[in-house]
């Protein structure tokens, strides 16, 4: 019986210890679940709020409409418009192949589309939305819609997209946009940028379109909507609008551009012309140029191939980026540089016997035109005179003078991927060769500089600002295309600071010397003839530079040579010379004499700037194949010429109140009655002939 109830105790005894380890577990459980619940209810009930909302909600980027590019006169350069998108998501398509070749049964795709598509899908996100067709036609839109059904993750969109209307005119400084790659996104991560462009899917790539990105660009909005548990939009909560971008407007007159690209026709070169009283660019071409509306969706294989392989090389931008030997269009700073550093008087003559003779070697001048002071060395081009004047300068001299003019130098120019050229000094050649024997100076180094030849190599748009500087009377003004900006929120135009010119402290009776030698060059040197009747006073000068070096024993013929090897034909000018209020430089490549080529481009472009005049047809198909003098035929009045391809004004951007008056013809006066003009014939030089290097 004992027994019995102690057996009985001891069960009494293990169902209650294990009641209490049940119990005890059951406590632990709750004092779990109730820390939990105040670990998500309250330590993390803010996240998990927004991720509830998340889920309810979302917030989309609006894309901010993209700036206008206008020019000075307001014509529009650059601009959007709205079509129809065939859009796929890849990451939700099972087939996209199958997907592709379906959709190709309804709606016009190409070979050249897949290849796009598969270019811009190896170089997006996985679940950006890409487009396999753009500009859809609205029958296009309406079959798609029909049978939507069948193609999930496929979808119509309305895009805007960016054009040029003025198709190749000004390419090179317009430039264009492009699909955003991940060298742009490091550059919108190092600008720390990034939500400014969430949703955006273009960016500029050249020219104006990259250099006023963030002009143009506006401020991106975004929206909140709420969604359905299938993910659609069912209502806006919030939105904050975005902002458009602003209008950028050019100094550039597109008129005078266009009319000297068809100056050039097929031939290669590059033209700047400048307002010297303030650094505005008013033209600048380079030749040949391209159409950069084949860049905004993505240019194709065949079109990139033409572009990139052709040896006339499109892409390039010759006057921002091209050098060349300047030729004769140097002298006159060469002769600036003597009279500025004493180093040579205007008066002093020297013997010009047809060539010039240093350690045995024959500097040749072309013809010989006996004694020569510095005005007719300018009005002649005389070789010997600038062979003597740079070897008694010497190097140190020359590039020290001519630095603060620009030559060699970045201009600042609000455009990327400025060249610099070249500018030689000893300190230069001892670091562009590695071959000890060529980086000691010689003096037969120094002597070709003083023709503008040797190692010059300068840029269009350097020799146009160093023309400025010179026309003006010595100021410097930074080169500058970009003139004012219309704020989109506003309309209101204001100008873009500009920097202050810089006095380089040049003599006035030094300056009136070289004015005097170049208004002779066309009066009665090589561009006399060019410059006939004008309706103003121009100074200027005509260069032919080498291309290809020619033996010191070997005759320049151009019959003999390859096409690109031959002389580069060369002109500078500025006008009026009382009041300048445009400078030019240019070069046709390869073309030979600068008054056969250049010189008759530059009248015309002086012609419309000062005496709103307009080449007539047959002149300009005279001047396309080089056989241009005086112009031909009946000029036409600026403003009765219609520019192909161009929309009306964006709107009244000049008035009373606005900052940018339109651009005034200079006032011009016939100059007085030329000199008796010798022949033709008669008019040989140091241009006529090219100087041999030694």
């Not at 009373?656 to 040989?684: G, K, Q, Y």
């Amino acid at each position: 019986m004992t027994t019995r109830l102690q057996d009985g105790e001891v069960a009494v005894a293990g169902f209650v210890r294990r009641l209490w380890v049940v119990a005890l577990v059951v406590l632990l459980g709750l004092a779990l679940l109730g820390m939990r619940a105040y670990y998500l209810q309250v330590l993390r009930h803010d996240e998990f709020m927004q991720r509830a909302e998340s889920n309810r909600t979302a917030v989309v980027p609006i894309v901010p409409y993209r700036g206008h590019i206008v020019d000075r006169n307001g014509i529009l350069l650059a601009t959007n418009y709205s079509a129809y998108t065939l859009e796929i998501s890849p990451a939700r398509v099972a087939s996209l192949d199958k997907t592709i070749n379906e959709l190709a049964q309804i709606i016009d795709i190409q070979p050249i589309h897949r290849r796009r598509f598969e270019r811009l899908r190896s170089e997006a996100g996985r679940y950006d939305s890409l487009p396999i067709r753009t500009q859809l036609t609205d029958e296009e839109v309406a079959r798609f819609a029909a049978q939507s059904y069948r193609f999930p993750g496929v979808e119509v969109a309305a895009r805007l997209f960016r054009t040029y209307p003025m198709g190749s005119t000004g390419s090179h400084v317009i430039g264009y946009i492009g699909r955003i790659n991940q060298q742009d996104l490091e550059r919108i991560e190092e600008r720390d940028d990034e939500a400014n462009y969430r949703g955006t899917t273009h960016i500029g790539k050249q020219g104006i379109e990259d250099s006023y990105e963030r002009e143009l660009h506006g401020i991106t909005g975004v929206e909140q909507l709420e969604k359905s548990s299938s993910g659609r939009p069912i209502r806006t909560l919030d939105s904050s609008p975005a902002r458009a971008g602003n209008t950028v407007v050019l100094s550039l007159d597109i008129k005078l551009q266009r009319l000297i690209e068809d100056m050039f026709g097929q031939r290669r070169g590059a033209l700047v012309a400048m307002d010297p009283n303030n650094g505005e660019i008013l033209a600048m071409v380079s030749m040949p140029t391209y159409d950069p509306n084949l860049f905004v969706e993505g240019i194709d294989q065949e079109s990139w191939q033409a572009l990139n392989e052709s040896i006339d090389r499109p892409l390039f931008n010759r006057a921002l980026r091209g050098t060349y030997p300047p030729g004769s269009t140097y002298k006159p700073f060469m002769a600036l540089a003597a009279l500025e550093t004493g180093s040579r008087n205007a008066s002093k003559v020297i013997q010009d016997n047809g060539t010039w003779t240093f350690g045995g070697h024959n500097y040749r001048s072309g013809h010989a035109l006996g004694p020569v002071d510095m005005r007719r060395s300018i009005v002649r081009s005389s070789n010997v005179y600038y062979y003597s004047l740079a070897y008694e300068m010497g190097v140190d001299k020359i590039h020290d003078f001519m630095k603060p003019l620009g030559f060699g130098q970045v201009t600042g120019i609000d455009l990327v991927g400025e060249g610099r050229g070249i500018l030689p000094s000893r300190e230069w050649k001892r670091n562009a060769f590695s071959d000890p024997r060529r980086k000691s100076w010689i003096p037969g180094d120094t002597i070709s500089l003083g023709i503008g030849q040797g190692y010059n190599s300068f840029t269009m748009l350097q020799l146009a600002h160093a023309v400025a500087t010179l026309a003006n009377g010595g100021t410097s003004y930074r080169p500058h295309l970009g003139k004012a900006r219309i704020d989109a929120l506003h309309n209101e135009p204001a100008l873009l600071t500009q920097p202050e010119g810089v006095d380089l402290g040049y003599r006035p009776e030094n300056v009136r010397v070289i004015h005097e030698g170049m208004i002779g060059v066309t009066r009665e040197g090589t561009s006399r003839r060019i410059f006939a009747g004008a309706a103003y006073q121009s100074a200027g000068k005509t260069g032919t530079a080498q291309a290809a070096t020619v033996g010191q024993r070997q005759r320049y013929d151009a019959a003999k040579l390859a096409e690109h090897q031959r002389d580069h034909s060369l002109y500078i000018a500025f006008a009026p010379v009382e009041n300048p209020q445009i400078a030019v430089a240019v070069i046709v490549e390869n073309a030979g004499f600068g008054a056969t080529h250049a010189a008759p481009i530059v009248r015309r472009v002086m012609d419309y700037w000062l005496a709103g005049l307009y080449p007539s047809e047959e002149d300009i198909a005279a001047l396309r194949q080089g056989k241009a003098g005086p112009p031909i035929g009946v000029q036409r009045r600026v403003e009765d010429v219609v520019l192909p391809g161009a929309s009306m004004p964006i709107g009244r951007i000049w008035d009373e109140r606005s900052p940018l008056p339109p651009r005034a013809s200079a006032e011009v006066a016939l100059p007085a009655a030329l000199p008796e003009l010798p022949e033709e014939d008669d008019i040989l030089d140091g241009d006529a002939v090219p100087p041999l290097v030694p």
